[in-house]
């Protein structure tokens, strides 16, 4: 089965609210990464927490990983419009030879 | 200047024809790799170059040939395309943790 499942499939909020994405992964990993991905354009790289930390922020994205429980969860605070879009996880798995396994994705919509 | 990018943007193409698509990128990265992303938008591995060697090899049918001509090229070549390889491609560069740097991608259509 795929490494790095996200809940929920899809998000619908109001701007200004809180977004919240959670990834499920299987193995052991190096670090987890989070992407985001408008209509028709490539991922973009958001934030990377390794497997010894258990938070990081950027900005108004808070990103926490539970390696106990092979899950992490990703905090949009504040959303916007232009946060619409679909959201990745990837995961860094040891031994993988710089192979990244993604998710299927979280399509967030932001409603004005 | 574009850190990754990809030629052509869109190709439409009839089954069987031989095609390919070209990736550049100046971020001065190793690593280089090739992504399929489907319909449902999930995103897949196909192949990996680390210094224009192979080092990831997806189960990817033998008709899909990379080359990596230099550090900072990566060429993806198809041959008698299959209406099932109607997709979007994406090139990507690995960083220092293998953040990967995506270029636009290359949306493939198979008639």
């Known amino acids: 089965s795929q490494q790095g499942e996200e809940d929920p499939q899809a998000l619908s909020i109001q701007e200004g609210e809180n977004a919240t994405m959670n990834c499920s992964y299987k193995?052991?990993?190096?670090?987890l990464q989070w992407y985001r991905q408008n209509s028709g354009r490539g991922l973009v790289h958001l934030i990377l927490i390794r497997s010894n930390e258990r938070e990081k922020h950027s900005g108004r994205l808070r990103v926490t990983l539970d390696t106990s429980k092979k899950s992490s969860s990703l905090l949009i605070t504040a959303s916007r419009a232009a946060d619409t879009a679909s959201y990745f996880c990837a995961t860094d798995a040891r031994g993988s030879n710089y192979k990244l396994t993604f998710g299927k994705g979280t399509l967030l919509t932001v409603n004005p | 200047d574009t850190a990754v990018s990809q030629t052509p943007k869109y190709l439409v193409t009839q089954m069987g024809n031989d095609k390919s698509i070209k990736c550049e990128q100046n971020l001065g990265h190793d690593t280089m790799y090739w992504y399929k992303q489907d319909s449902k938008k999930f995103l897949k591995i196909m192949f990996s170059y680390n210094n224009k060697e192979l080092i990831i090899n997806e189960t990817v049918p033998n008709r899909f040939s990379p080359k990596s001509p230099d550090k900072a090229h990566l060429n993806l070549h198809i041959n008698s395309l299959e209406l099932g390889d109607s997709a979007v491609y994406f090139c990507a560069t690995g960083g220092v943790d293998n953040e990967q740097f995506f270029g636009p991608g290359t949306r493939l259509t198979v008639l």
């Open positions: 193995t052991s990993i190096n670090n």
